[in-house]
């Protein structure tokens, strides 16, 4: 049985410029971010590689180095702990057990399992884009997206989970690390965010994406694959730290190609 709920669906969009901050405003009045209540959120990962040339445990050891880049973050209390037992192989044929249904209809937001899906075809991603599976189709373009499920009114979300694109689009691990870092920051209720980038970019023109500041100048949870650099931005450490605060830290306000360029994370 799913709670009634507002299933928080993400894509990205052409919004005006911000920095990042809560994905999610919620709680009576419509005004709260909205997080988990207890920041030490357990995530169960699936069993199955991640595709044809990165096993499980290879993609695992990529998911536990993103977990840690939010982890090591001394001003935020959230801790991402990976479950010591893997949930099954999680595919095209299952995945309605673990996920919601691309219809929105049914949540799976109450059996404590916040899963980490490898979609090593893509087929996952296709079902809920709406891709057709065909050359271009969606899952060549979006590499991962998450949510998390809240209940309408309330101020903090259920349960979550994050799906990972395993079709080989020309990433490195290094990106792909960077892929699950920034969906897991999705997960937990993180938005976008642009700042010190120009907002215009485009695939069309100019300036074209990644091109209007050095790479190290992109946060992590900007909404395309431009940032190289493994650690996370300081616009993504002020956000984790705004929704997440370490009681015992200073918490200061949020301050403020190649065709893989055009990759976008969801
Ligand atoms: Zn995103």
Known sequence: MSKPGLFIF???CS?????GGPLVLGGSAGTTPVTYQNPNITLNIESGDLNETTS????????????ALWNNVVTSNIKLIPSQTQIEDIDI????TYLPNPGGTVFNANDNLNPVVYDSTGEIIDAFFGGDGLPGTQSDFVIGFAA????VGSSYFDEGYAVINGKDLGLSSIEIKLLIAHEIGHFFGLD???VNINNQE???GTPGFCKTNVQSAYPLM???????????????????????????????PNPHIESRQRLIYS
């Open 10 to 12: 993400l894509l990205t």
């Open 15 to 19: 919004c005006p410029s911000f920095a």
């Open 56 to 67: 499980n445990a290879e993609a695992t050891a990529l998911v536990l180095q993103a977990l």
């Open 93 to 96: 044929n299952n995945y309605q």
């Open 148 to 151: 998390s499920i809240i209940t």
């Open 192 to 194: 976008h965010t642009q």
């Open 202 to 204: 485009t695939d069309f």
């Open 222 to 252: 900007y909404p395309f694959v431009c940032r190289k650099e493994e650690t996370l931005h300081q616009d993504d450490i002020s956000s984790v730290s705004s929704l997440y605060p370490n009681a015992s830290a200073n918490n200061s």
